[in-house]
């Protein structure tokens, strides 16, 4: 960014990695002096540190922390007054470990109300920037565009107005109750192109992808294909799937493309968040922290974290 940019608004916040680094890790417990031994095998040792608290490593951070601040995604837009580094790390925090409120509280000393409101609030405005994030990509030279999977996260049983279970909530994969989400994943670059969800565990994968407006009309539209696994039927001018006639190229070529998917789908997992420990709010908020999730593993993808080639 231009220094006439930031002169434009006098509140911009510009940290550079070493700054955010210092920040995060002072704020944790480590002490001044600790962090000033310097080296290049230290500072890769402070960024995995920095990671395993806050969910990504400092230069992806900085990135999100701009650009949360210099949006036109009103959305996604934080105000001047809401601009506090501090909120921030609490609330990448919050979505890496996802902690009780009491553990939050223990961990940084800071009323409940607080934690809660400036964490929801900051962690909707990280997923709201979905929208320049989480793009569709222009490939009309070649019709296959991407490879796509639904990932089960398990829940708390939620509730249900006259029976003591909601059945359309039930996970098979974790024999418990939980949530489905859709993923598609560009099969030339290393970016997400396509979430939708969450839904009730109950709704499998191809009745996520036959949703309204959702992946089989965006294909019909654009006229492309995706690589999926057997679980996707019945859709073969959209999706391709494993089949015993593909020659030895073609077989390796979409077991590469799901071996990839699953790989994105174990970053989403690093943030606990999203991982199977089990999500303790309701379905609204489990929404806002897997759009959070996935807007933070595109930036760590684009910044130096990209995935293998097919």
Known sequence: ??????????????????????????????????????????????????????????????????DLQTTDVAEAYLQPAERNLDHFLYTMHFLKAYPTEKQRQNKWHICDRILRDTGWLIAGKIAAMKIFKIVWLDTEDDIWVGSVDGTHI???????????????????????????????LSLKESKIIWINGPFKAGTNDIKMFTSEGGLADK?????????????????????????SLDSAEVSKFKNRARSRHEAVNG?????????????????????????????????????GEPLFEI
């Open 1 to 66: 960014m231009s220094d006439s940019d930031e002169s434009i608004d006098p509140d911009l916040q510009v940290l550079t990695p070493e700054e955010m680094l210092r920040h995060g890790m002072l704020l944790v417990g480590w002490k001044e002096k600790q962090l000033k031994r310097k080296s290049k095998k230290r500072w890769d040792k402070w960024c995995n540190l920095f990671a395993a608290d806050f969910g990504a490593r400092p230069h992806v951070l900085c990135q999100i922390w701009e």
């Open 154 to 184: 398990k829940s708390w049983e939620p509730t249900h107005d006259k029976y003591p279970k909601d059945r359309t909530a039930f996970s098979f994969k974790h024999h418990s109750s939980g949530f489905n989400c859709e993923i598609a």
């Open 219 to 243: 294909l019909r539209e654009t006229g492309q294909r995706v690589i999926a696994d057997h679980g996707y039927k019945g859709h073969d001018d959209a999706i391709s799937r494993p089949n």
């Open 267 to 303: 970053l989403l997992k690093h943030f606990k968040c999203t991982d199977s420990s089990g999500f303790r709010h309701g379905i609204e908020k489990f929404s806002i922290c897997f759009e959070a999730s996935a807007v933070v593993t595109q930036y760590r993808m684009e910044l």
